[in-house]
């Protein structure tokens, strides 16, 4: 019988078959193209939703006690490296600051007199040795006249006796020189020790000084600001934070399972709740954690206590991201985000990343006040009358400390 009637109509049940055929090929084409899709692609991909976005958090400190007289940033703002946050009190430190400048001042001076006073003492030495050949001159022409009866006796013991007395002291003067000369041999007036400890200690006062100016460290963002005005601070307590926005990664936590493809360099795609799947971050793995989450719990689990129940443990892995995407699209930190990583790539081993031979963050905001405190030395040597080269020791880089705009003089 044919499947169409007098009419040229499909009957219903030829539409069913039809239909039916056509939506099995559509679920087989479906089927294979996912295989397809799961042989070439998925299968390669590992995925969590465990994943938030980290930073540096930079902890503005004090490093010397005082008074906050003003607070340069507050919450939410963006602020610059090398900004001041916060002013302390100068006052006391101002005045120890003068002090060791007198100091120093002082010790330059003495140190000039020390110098002074042995073209004395070596003058002195030459007359001693004169007066001593003058007498001995004496004692030649007296001893033959003494010896013809022409001289009183008495009067060549004189002679003798004055030069026992020269001898003496010349003796004297030159110890005196030699006992002067150690103050001073192989040194000028700024390579002098107590110039050196005077130095030093004005070197310490400027920084205390400068150090009451807390600059930025960083450009970021302010938070977690507790410092008020009038609050005595003390050196190491936490006034506030800055956090860079360039400066953020992905912490993603996968489970143990999913590790063992995991390498370092492979590439990353993310999506971040905060702008939903219209923006794609691209990133890559840049290390994996020393252990589970929760081995670094405050209270890890003990897990040979007997009543141990199993859990899927999950690794945090360090995922970087694009520094122009981060740039276009920024993050905040602790924002959740999802992560998918491509483990086509998958040489090497699973372990750390290998040693770092530059530092990993740095921060120039920071002036060098070994330098300024140098410079600041140099000039009260030189004032005083020394000379102020040798004072000008090479700074180290441990010498590098923060030195505000501001709290320099």
């Known amino acids: 019988m044919n499947d169409k009637d007098k009419t040229g109509a499909t009957p219903p049940n030829g539409r069913r078959r039809l239909l039916v055929s056509l939506v099995l090929g559509l679920f087989i084409l479906a089927g294979i193209g996912y295989a ?10 590992e995925s969590t939703d465990d994943a938030y976005v980290g930073g540096n958090l930079v902890q503005i400190t004090s490093q010397v006690a005082g008074t906050v007289l003003a607070i340069g940033a507050d919450d939410t703002d963006y602020v610059t490296a090398g900004k001041t946050l916060v002013e302390l009190d100068q006052a006391d430190s ?3 600051l003068e002090q060791a400048e007198a100091a120093l001042a002082k010790s330059v001076r003495q140190v000039r007199n020390l110098i002074a006073t042995t073209a004395s003492i ?36 004189h002679a003798r ?4 007395l020269g001898r003496a002291a010349l003796d004297a003067a030159e110890q005196q020189l030699a006992a002067h000369k150690t103050l001073i041999d192989h040194t000028s007036v700024a390579s002098h020790p107590e110039v050196q400890s005077a130095a030093a200690r004005l070197r310490e006062a400027y ?48 489970k143990e399972g999913q590790l063992l493809n995991l390498r370092p360099g492979q590439a990353v795609r993310l999506n971040a709740d905060i702008y939903g799947s219209a923006v794609e971050f691209h990133g890559r793995v840049a290390g994996f954690g020393a252990g589970t989450g929760s081995a670094f719990a405050l209270l890890p689990p ?15 892995v360090r995922i970087v991201l694009d520094p122009a995407e981060l740039a276009r699209h920024p993050l905040r930190l602790g924002l959740s985000m999802q992560v998918d990583v491509d483990t086509h790539q998958r040489a090497g081993e699973l372990g ?19 330098e300024l405190a140098a410079g600041r030395v140099a000039a009260i040597i030189s004032a005083n009358g020394g000379n102020p080269r040798a004072a000008q020791r090479p700074v180290k880089k441990t010498d590098r400390a923060a030195a505000p705009g501001s709290g320099a003089r």
Do not use: C, H
């Open 352 to 370: 750390p990343a290998a040693l770092r031979s530059a530092p990993v963050y740095q921060t120039k905001a920071y002036d060098s006040l070994g």
């Open 302 to 316: 003990q897990n040979a206590t007997g009543n141990w129940i199993k859990v899927v443990q999950r690794v945090p």
């Open 161 to 164: 006796d004055a030069v026992a």
């Open 207 to 254: 920084l205390a000084y400068a150090r009451t100016a807390l600059p930025a460290p960083v450009s970021g963002i302010v938070a977690k600001r507790s410092v008020q005005v009038g609050q005595r601070v003390s050196p190491g307590a936490p006034l506030m934070a800055v956090i860079p926005p360039d400066q953020v990664w992905v912490d993603a936590n996968f």
């Open 36 to 45: 397809v899709y799961w042989t070439t692609v998925l299968r390669y991909v």
């Open 122 to 157: 070596e003058a002195n030495v030459a007359l001693r040795q004169t007066e001593l050949e003058r007498a001995r001159a004496d004692l030649e022409r007296r001893a033959p006249l003494a010896a013809s009866g022409a001289l009183p006796a008495e009067e060549l013991q």
């Open 94 to 96: 101002r005045v120890a």
